[in-house]
């Protein structure tokens, strides 16, 4: 299906034309056909040589400007339409810049009434505003030029992007209704992306999770509706009173609202207008970013992506001021005098400006705002080069600061530097050390040696234990090898000692060889047999098999007895 928004001055035949070319009538309401009218959007559709159009008729009344803007806005091709007999009105020139704005660049010209006036002076006058664009001459009346027009049609759809069906869902709410036996039912443009019955959308507004009872594309009930497409969604779980145009269902997760954004803009404009996007406008108060951009404060959250178009208004002037280019979403707050500093900063790269607010990003945050994901610096995290590099400088600094704070600690754990450098998650800080030249073992930056003092009474001690593993030194042993307790504590936390209890300490790996020299024994053995098999004393043999009781590698049985698990 292709979609095609019309657009040009009151009274100037667009519904008419719709009319004739789908034989449905785009005029909803009574009003509308007892005044020939078009106050709101009008929806019709047909097939031409095959291929399905739907129409999206706007109103050309300047009163009804946000409904023509609630239209045009999600639909990528325009017919535009000006009378031969009147020409270029203050409408047409009010939807062109409208068009410009959302950044349509897919148009057809059709010249109305021909059977009225002469069409060529409308043509150059339309042609003098839109350019060299394909137009149509035609006459509702006598039936010239529609076989033209329809085949203009067809050339404008091919020429249109292809659609992407596997994009995040963003359905711009137009109309929302209820339907007897059915409930409520919501209507859009869908420009990217698939619905499916069944599968669950995100209400923008409140976050609330929707579940899709039912589709409707051209009038057919539908399993699944891919873009681009006119589409009527059956929803459960929500009232109509509850949706209003300018709301949006998503696809759940894949898109961040924003409240403040910065954009690119190419006018000067006022401290407050409306903003419009898709179906929504929406007040916003703007503040100047030099002569380039401008931040924009939205009286509501919007589903936002960076290289979204806002259209620019001024209500109470019913003036289009242009478009604006969205650059960057939720942006970090300004210090004074940085207005100039940042409007600099908006040329740059967008991905550039996302990842150099932030330092870090996730992929998942990149997709959501619309950026496609660098080179990661770890799994699915990015970072902004210039932050990094400058993580990567402060790192040998902080570990030198902890060391001489921590003179007995091996290394500084990953945690305390992952604070330090304020990083997101501390997975983050082993890439960065090795990018530092820093080693990072069993979790401690920088190695994992104790001061020299300490590291030649382990050595001391650890050949002591080497002839005969389960003869943990005593107090004054300890004392002698210049091991107190905050020594040992250290060691212990380094993983260079076990403590068995209190003032009892093995090597590392005393519970491996214990369970060798216990598999030995038969089966059950007391404790006797076992402080006799491991070569030590009571007041080691016993806290050695309670720590293996709570590690349950072995049992204790009811006469106090134990056997391997």
């Known amino acids: 299906m292709r979609v095609v928004a019309t657009a040009g001055h009151v009274d100037h035949g667009k519904s008419t034309l719709v009319r004739l070319l789908t034989g449905m009538e785009p005029d909803r309401w009574a009003e509308e056909r007892r005044r020939g009218l078009t106050i709101d959007l009008g929806f019709a559709w047909t097939t031409l040589s095959g291929q399905e159009i739907a129409f999206v008729d706007v109103p050309g009344h300047h009163r009804f400007v946000p409904n023509m803007l609630a239209g045009i806005g999600p639909v990528p091709a325009v017919l535009f339409v000006v009378a031969a007999d009147e020409g270029w009105k203050p409408q047409s020139a009010e939807h062109l810049a409208a068009i410009r704005a959302l950044g349509v660049r897919h148009l057809l010209l059709a010249i109305t009434r021909a059977d009225l006036a002469d069409p060529e002076t409308a043509l150059r006058q339309a042609e003098q505003h839109l350019g060299a664009v394909p137009h149509v001459v035609v006459s509702a009346t006598t039936g010239q030029g529609l076989d033209e027009l329809r085949a203009a049609i067809l050339a404008l759809t091919d020429r249109l992007p292809a659609p992407?069906?596997?994009?995040?869902?963003?359905?711009?709410?137009?109309?929302?209704?209820?339907?007897?036996g059915a409930g409520t039912v919501v209507t859009g443009t869908l420009s990217a992306g698939t619905i499916a019955k069944g599968e669950e959308l995100q209400l923008a507004s409140t976050g609330q999770l929707l579940r899709v009872r039912g589709l409707h594309a051209l009038g057919r009930q539908c399993d699944l509706v891919p873009a681009v497409a006119r589409i009527a969604v059956n929803l459960r779980g929500v009232e109509r009173t509850e949706l209003v145009r300018g709301d949006a269902l998503l696809s759940p997760g894949r898109w961040r609202t924003a409240t403040v954004v910065d954009v690119l803009i190419g006018a000067e404009l006022p401290a407050e207008l409306v903003a419009h996007l898709g179906s929504a406008a929406v007040p916003v108060r703007v503040r100047p970013l030099g002569t380039v951009g401008a931040r924009?404060?939205?009286?509501?959250?919007?589903?936002l992506r960076i290289g979204d178009r806002l259209l620019l208004?001024?209500?109470?002037?019913g003036e289009v001021l242009g478009g604006a280019e969205v650059v960057d979403l939720d942006p970090r707050p300004l210090r004074r005098g940085g207005a100039a500093a940042r409007a600099a900063e908006l040329t740059d790269d967008p991905l550039a400006i996302h990842l150099r607010t932030r330092g870090f990003a996730r992929t998942a945050?990149?997709?959501?705002?619309?950026?496609?994901?660098?080179?990661?610096?770890?799994?699915?995290?990015?970072?902004?080069?210039?932050?990094?590099a400058a993580m990567v400088r402060r790192a040998p600094g902080e570990v030198e600061s902890w060391r001489q704070e921590h003179p007995l600690e091996p290394g500084m754990p990953a945690e305390a530097l992952r604070q330090r450098l304020d990083l997101p998650e501390v997975a983050l800080v082993g890439p960065l050390a090795n990018a530092a030249g820093l080693a990072v073992p069993a979790g401690r930056v920088g190695g994992a040696e104790l001061p020299a003092r300490i590291e030649q009474a382990l050595g001391a001690l650890a050949a002591e234990l080497a002839g005969n593993p389960f003869a943990a030194p005593d107090a004054a042993r300890l004392v002698e090898l210049g091991l107190g307790g905050k020594e040992l504590a250290a060691a212990v936390r380094a993983g260079r000692l076990l403590r068995v209890a209190e003032g009892v300490v093995l090597s590392p790996d005393a519970v491996t060889q214990a369970v060798k020299v216990l598999a030995m024994l038969a089966a059950p053995f007391t404790v006797s047999q076992a402080r006799q098999a491991l070569g030590t004393s009571r007041r080691v043999a016993v806290p050695l098999l309670e720590l293996l009781d709570r590690r349950g590698i072995t049992e204790r049985l009811a006469d106090s007895s134990r056997r391997l698990r």
């Not at 992407?164 to 007897?180: C, I, Q």
């Open 296 to 303: 924009l404060r939205l009286a509501r959250p919007l589903p």
């Open 164 to 180: 992407e069906p596997a994009a995040d869902v963003r359905l711009w709410l137009d109309r929302s209704f209820t339907v007897g």
């Open 365 to 388: 945050e990149l997709r959501a705002a619309g950026l496609s994901a660098p080179e990661p610096v770890l799994a699915d995290w990015h970072a902004d080069p210039e932050h990094w």
């Open 313 to 317: 208004r001024d209500p109470g002037r």
